[in-house]
């Protein structure tokens, strides 16, 4: 019984960070809503979840910011501050080291497969295909 509440705050606490991923989010705001210390929260997340409250941060900000540069026509900094990210400068160079190119050639690539230079590629490709593409150039 109490490693199934032990989850339900951890649930709680994955939640928040989900639903509040562009907001600056300290270890300890976190920890709060699962109503855990944050050396524990840290602790038991990683274990359950096989990866820390700031990876999965992380890697849901990312996430987010290559769904908006396929489908949205924000710019870069644009991009960069919707997901959470006050500096452009570390949100490229992550974003370069996660995903293996920059988000301008991230978005470049995607564009270059559209068939009207004017038309925006929403517009024009199958999203299907889109992130197709795009998870190989990740590899």
Not at 100 to 108: I, K, M
């Amino acid at each position: 019984m109490a490693a199934n509440n032990r989850l339900k705050r951890l649930n709680t606490g994955r939640d928040f960070i989900a639903d509040n991923y562009q907001t600056p989010l300290s270890l300890s705001d976190i920890a709060k809503c699962s109503y855990m210390s944050p050396y524990h929260f840290l602790r038991v997340f990683k274990d359950t979840y096989g990866e820390t409250p700031n990876e999965f941060l992380t890697r849901l900000r990312l996430q987010q910011a290559k769904k908006m540069l396929i489908t949205e026509n924000y710019s870069i900094s644009e991009v960069c501050e919707k997901v959470g990210y006050s500096s452009l400068g570390s949100f490229s160079s992550l974003f370069l080291k996660r995903v293996g190119v920059a988000p301008t050639v991230y978005r470049r690539k995607l564009w270059a497969l559209s068939s009207e230079a004017y038309c925006f590629p929403a517009q024009t490709i199958p999203a299907c295909f889109a992130y197709k593409f795009l998870g190989k150039l990740a590899n």
